[in-house]
């Protein structure tokens, strides 16, 4: 079994370019340490051939790990370390531009370096800015976070490392992979977060004392790599995870969490295992699917959050209504091979799902839930998109029917906000609370 043979069910993809491409990765210490692993990790899932580390502070101890990454899921990436060719040791310039197709890191200017780029193009992400630049035979791809808004941000802020990740690699195989989607929009275009006004109440992430994740598949593993390092997983809230489906070969081009070893085993207890190792004891393995919309409390657990990382609409309309019945805020994503999308709905504030996407009637025309072997299916960086616009949403929550926040790949803005579909003046998400009802547990406090 290959293990990156779902990817090739992706109209046009050819793998081969993906397998003989060289990355060079530029950090410095002012990179996030997420921003670069998950970048990394991202490459090594989808099969990427060789990557060049070059500037990192410990770039030996983050090789070390990364082969061992390499080595676990079977994949054949090749490391190198190149902090003795430094951006201005002119031999190392030389093998940068020649040998190189694409860089990574922090932000250096491509017209400063006489690399003679077609085309840049800036883009803000709520204080972070991204430098896309390419020039023939090379391509440089820059991130830079010390811009912006200094209020919006913050070192912990996890979904925007997974996201600049996410979307770094998708624009380097965007210029690897002519696929027929992407060819005809344009290259680059001016990335702009969509900024949030001022919301109407606060919702404190860090009050949540349990939250349950329906899907650990692969947002799901991207969404907890990422709670990892955010605020809210250093008080180690209970999570309950919840997934019948085992770990195979085909999910090791995209499941960051998984290795070979797992393969076979039950997701979620896998998943377990592996946070358990990570200092995050407080799971609890849910081996079974979601039935029906009081499968929580039939089970005698009351989440403060749920998190639906699912890959089929009846599930995500029953998680839905779940939410809708025990007034608990519900965090959404979902992905195809080219784009990503998050949602985060909070009580009385925002549009739920059924809203925002049309759920129960996708959930009836829904023939069979989406199977690993669908055409078309997702792929890492844009699963890695999405649980970082996840983790985005829930550190700036939206505002009343703002609509789902979307990455596009095929479009030149790449991120905005999409229309809503419907808004029922009918459904339970139209009420609004009463006044001093804590939105992060009105469940617990009314029932
Ligand atoms: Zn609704």
């Known amino acids: 079994m290959d293990r990156v043979n779902r990817q090739r069910l992706i109209s046009g993809w050819r793998q081969g370019l993906v397998a003989s491409a060289s990355i060079d990765v530029l950090t410095d210490s002012c990179t996030p340490p997420l921003l670069t692993e998950s970048f990394l990790l991202g490459s090594v899932l989808l099969g990427i051939g060789q990557l060049r580390i070059l500037g990192h502070p410990h ?166 790599f990422g709670l990892l390092h955010d605020p809210l997983a250093q008080k180690q809230p209970h999570l309950f995870l919840v997934d019948d489906d085992e770990v195979q070969w085909s999910n090791l081009n995209r499941q960051v969490l998984f290795t070979a070893e797992n393969v076979g085993q039950s997701k979620v207890t896998a998943m377990q295992e592996k946070l358990d190792l990570l200092g995050w004891q407080r799971v609890q393995a849910l081996h079974r699917r979601m039935e029906h919309p009081q499968f929580f409390q039939s089970l005698g657990l009351h989440p403060d959050l749920l998190v639906s990382c699912l890959d089929n609409w009846r599930t995500r309309a029953l998680v839905n209504d779940a939410a809708l019945e025990a007034g608990l805020p519900l965090l959404n994503g979902g992905s195809d091979p080219y784009s990503a999308n998050a949602h985060l709905y909070l ?15 996708r959930a009836e025309d829904e023939v069979a839930p989406q199977s690993c072997a669908a055409a078309d299916p997702s792929v890492v960086f844009t699963n890695m998109i999405a649980a970082g616009m996840m983790l985005w949403q829930l550190r700036h929550p939206p505002k009343m029917d703002q609509g789902l926040l979307a990455y596009d790949l095929t479009l030149s803005e790449r991120i905005g906000r999409m229309e809503l579909f419907s808004r029922e003046e009918t459904c339970r998400c139209r009420r609004p609370i009463a006044a001093g009802v804590e939105v992060k547990n009105s469940y617990s406090k009314s029932v």
């Open 59 to 224: 770039t030996e101890t983050l090789i070390g790990r990364m082969q061992s990454y390499a080595d676990a899921i079977q994949s054949s990436a090749r490391f190198l370390a190149l902090n003795d060719l430094g951006p201005d040791n002119e031999q190392g310039e030389e093998n940068l531009r020649y040998r190189a197709d694409f860089r990574h890191g922090p932000p250096t200017e491509p017209s400063q370096q006489g690399e003679s780029p077609t085309r840049t193009a800036w883009g803000r992400l709520s204080g972070a800015r991204a430098i896309w630049g390419i020039g023939a035979p090379s391509a440089a791809m820059a991130l830079d976070r010390s811009e912006g808004d200094a209020s919006s941000q913050s070192d912990d802020d996890a979904g925007l490392s997974l996201l600049l990740a996410g979307a770094c690699l998708s624009e380097i195989v965007r210029l690897l992979i002519p696929l027929p989607a992407w060819t005809d929009s344009p290259l680059f275009g001016p990335i702009q977060f969509p900024a949030d006004p001022e919301t109407p109440r606060p919702y404190i992430p860090e009050q949540i004392e349990s939250l349950a994740m329906i899907g650990a598949g692969a947002i799901g593993n991207w969404f907890v």
């Open 347 to 361: 009580p009385g504030r925002s549009a739920c799902l059924n809203c925002t996407m049309k759920l129960r009637q």
